[in-house]
């Protein structure tokens, strides 16, 4: 069991790094740096808090999944990700999860983002 428990973790945690290609360059940075840091941070929970963590994180390789696909067929070129989250959601977090979460949304809002990742690998002359 311990062995398939790996495997699954390491496929869903490559999933999600794969599917983050699709994101603009500053919410890749952001979101990489986010996913290994909680993966970090749940590897020694208990067996019911990994199987909610992986529930959760298998649910936004979905969700991620099905935008890209749907950003792909859009014609306007102008991309759209993330998703609404509901009060009931945010009731079960505990005040450690409320605050991660306002830094990230902190974070992907900043107009001057700490990213600054050039489109163009060309060097400047």
């Given at each position: 069991?311990?062995?398939r428990?790996v ?5 869903l945690y490559?999933?999600v ?7 603009p360059p ?5 979101g ?6 909680e ?10 808090e990994?199987?909610r963590?992986l529930q959760?994180?298998?649910v936004y390789a979905t969700?991620?999944s099905q ?6 067929k ?10 609404f ?9 505990r ?9 990230l ?7 001057n983002?700490q990213?600054?990742?050039s ?5 400047k002359?």
């Open positions: 069991m311990p062995g428990h495997s699954r973790v390491r496929a490559k999933r790094l794969q599917l983050h290609r699709v994101l500053d919410l890749k940075a952001l990489d740096q986010y996913v290994k840091d993966f970090r941070r749940h590897k020694s929970v208990g067996s019911d990994a199987q963590f959760e994180w298998e969700v991620l935008q890209a696909n749907e950003n792909r859009n014609s306007t070129g102008k991309a759209c990700f993330g998703t989250l509901p009060e009931e959601k945010l009731n079960d977090f005040d450690e999860q409320i605050g991660q979460l306002q830094e949304m902190q974070e992907a809002t900043k107009p983002r990213f600054s990742i489109e163009s690998t060309k060097p002359f």
